[in-house]
């Protein structure tokens, strides 16, 4: 009678485990904060005789909802001296490309849409996240591509 009890406490104990104690994702790994930060150097002139370096800080969220944010400050400096500073805060919506997502794959592709007072803006995102989904390097259509860090 007790190896009874304990094999049904043991079959319980298995049946009780779920597929999300698995350690596969069942989110979108795109969910959650996600920043970048950087500089690099280009000329103010077409000449290219002023060089100037252009500092950026970026933090994006993107929802469970399908929607999000993104700010980005960005200042550029020449001969030792801020020339600018731009600072701006707008809203997105994305969505996961694929029909049937698997969220265990480290290669992602979004439609992310911009809406501003010149209109509606949508492009795609190609991501590869690391392993650990602690990381994405992003690459948009016009080939810029950029790697984040999740908070």
């Known amino acids: 009678m007790k190896k009874l009890f304990l094999f049904s406490l043991a079959f319980l ?3 009780s485990c779920s597929s999300e104690d698995d350690g596969g994702n069942v989110t979108d790994p795109i969910i959650g904060t996600w ?3 950087g500089s690099f150097d280009d000329f103010i002139d077409e000449e290219e005789t002023i060089p100037v370096t252009i500092n950026f ?7 469970a909802d399908g929607t999000g944010s993104r700010n ?3 200042s550029t400096n020449a001969l030792g001296d801020e020339i600018s500073n731009y600072d701006e805060t707008y809203s997105y919506t994305w969505e996961n490309t694929a029909s049937n997502p698997d969220f265990n794959s480290t290669d992602q592709i979004y439609r992310i849409t911009v809406t501003s007072d010149e209109g509606e803006n949508s492009f795609l ?7 650990n989904f602690m990381t994405v390097t992003s ?13």
């Open 13 to 15: 104990a298995i049946l």
């Open 35 to 37: 920043n970048t930060s």
């Open 57 to 63: 800080e970026s933090t994006f969220t993107s929802s």
């Open 72 to 74: 980005l400050t960005i």
């Open 125 to 131: 995102d190609y991501c590869t996240f690391s392993s």
């Open 139 to 151: 690459t948009t259509e016009d080939g810029v591509v950029i790697e984040w860090t999740k908070e």
